[in-house]
């Protein structure tokens, strides 16, 4: 029997300790073995405990999104933490959804455990049970709940309770992700004393959890703070993905020892690294990623270069300025003047150089449906993207954009996507406009049928195809400067459709909208010069409209 030291002791453990601290020395777990051990956090959970109490501190509900490796602790991590806030917090409300029954059963059988493996003293009564998952409510005093449910059904889970503290666990995975996890979440009162876990290796760059992540980093680029924090949780924090060297093993290769240069890595690591590349191939960067766009951008049969993808995502920049052109009318002259806005749909990278020639792709969307609209100013001289332009506005004010920015950029050559909605605004841009260097296709198996070359570039199969592979090999020898992360992003989610290779696209949930308007102003680049004389030396120049 416990002395009455000790059990003041545990009273004011339970009444005072932090979780590492409660955690530590009285919640138990498996090890490798199966040898039950002290739950300690290792050097990747407190990465995630650091976030947790940093929001605990400022008074904040706690929301956190955790992408991570393989094999890292996580689950572990948040079932214990859901397991303490059962123990030892009268009236708390928890509840994990996983994708799986199998894993839900895995995830509760941790509780369970934890439960069982508690000092006699302090191990509340109980009840358990559940329908579909696992289910055990704490006796009074503490009336505390905790759930393991599957997310098989998305419109039942959760529904009717009000709920504390939730682990979406692999929540890409689920069967509809964004139903179950916002079902889940209209559960949590937005209360300091809650807290949501979102937790999953990165499967694709796309996806409602893909989203989350993204939207936290780019507020976090902004100097914000995300209503869901992102925390991305490295391979090489976990201690044990390290190995010794083998037996007639060969030394590490110069791509290997600048691969430990850039992340701060032991000879082992990098000799336990190889192992995994050999294992999973290209696929090793998903399940072992070193960073957080690493994860998602090599998810899937990428359509671009990896490598490619890697230079582009370490040379993006911010823009110099933001917003987009308003229209004046003077004399009877339409004129734009650009106007700053930092949450503008016009990236301003470069402003134009007097001696240097540019194009503009152009890809147009009808303004109400999912895709967007993108403008792309590529400096044919300098090889770089000096402007770019995305969003859902209107197709007329869109043209407008892409017009304005001509004119600012020594009259570019525009090349406007002519099919669908571009058959109408490619005759505007022409004609209404009165902006005649406009790209025309020249190519005799395209204008045969007619008398004159037409305006803009017909998109179909075939001719999408073509475009692309031009824009991969120009994109691939990294011989472009692509500085805007909202292209690099559609990069990393472009990937092939098929298996054999001759379809390539967004990714389920993502977009290409400027993938493409990059592919035209590629097109562009080997036209803009001639094109420019031809409309220089036929026919005067025009007013602005």
Known sequence: MSSNRELRELGEMVATASFPKYSQALIKIEDEGGALVPFKLNEAQRVVWSEVTRQQEQGRPVRVAICKGRQQGMSTLLQMYLAWKMFTTPGARCLTVSHTLASVHSLYDKVERAWSELPEVLRPERDTGGERGRRMRMADPLRSFYRADSAHDPESVGRGMTLHHVHLSEAPQFRQPE?????????VPDHPDTSVFIESTAKGASG???EVFLEGMNALSRGEEPEI?????????????????????PDLTPAELEFQKKYNLTEGQVRWYRDQRTRYGDRVTEEYPSEWREAFLSSGM?????????????????????GRYRTTKRDGKTR??????????THIFADPDKDHSYVIGVDFASGRARDHSSIIVLDKDARSICATHRSKMMPEDVLAEAVFLGHAYNRALIVPERSGIGVTLV???????????????????????????????????ST??????????????????????????????????DDEGKLAGAGEGAYDDMVMG???AIRGLSAAAPMQRFIDRKRPKRPER
């Open 518 to 520: 990059m592919a035209f």
């Open 464 to 497: 999408k195809a073509w475009l692309l592979e031009e824009m991969a090999m120009i994109v691939n020898k990294k011989s472009i400067e692509i500085p805007d992360t909202r292209i690099i992003e559609e990069m990393g989610t472009f990937v092939y459709l």
């Open 336 to 345: 734009g003047a650009f106007q700053q806005d930092w949450q503008g749909p």
């Open 179 to 187: 139903e179950t996890a916002q079902a889940v979440l209209a559960t």
């Open 229 to 249: 924090m992102p925390v991305f949780v490295p391979w090489y924090l976990t201690e044990r993905y390290t190995r010794s060297k083998r037996s007639g093993e």
């Open 302 to 322: 990428s359509f671009f270069d990896r490598e490619a993808l890697a230079h582009y995502r370490d040379n993006r920049r911010e823009p110099l300025k933001r």
């Open 208 to 210: 409602w959890f893909y």
């Open 427 to 461: 005759d505007r841009l022409v004609h209404d406009w009165g902006y005649q260097n406009t790209y025309r296709e020249t190519d005799p198996s395209k204008v045969r049928f007619h008398k004159a070359a037409r305006f803009g570039w017909a998109t179909s199969n």
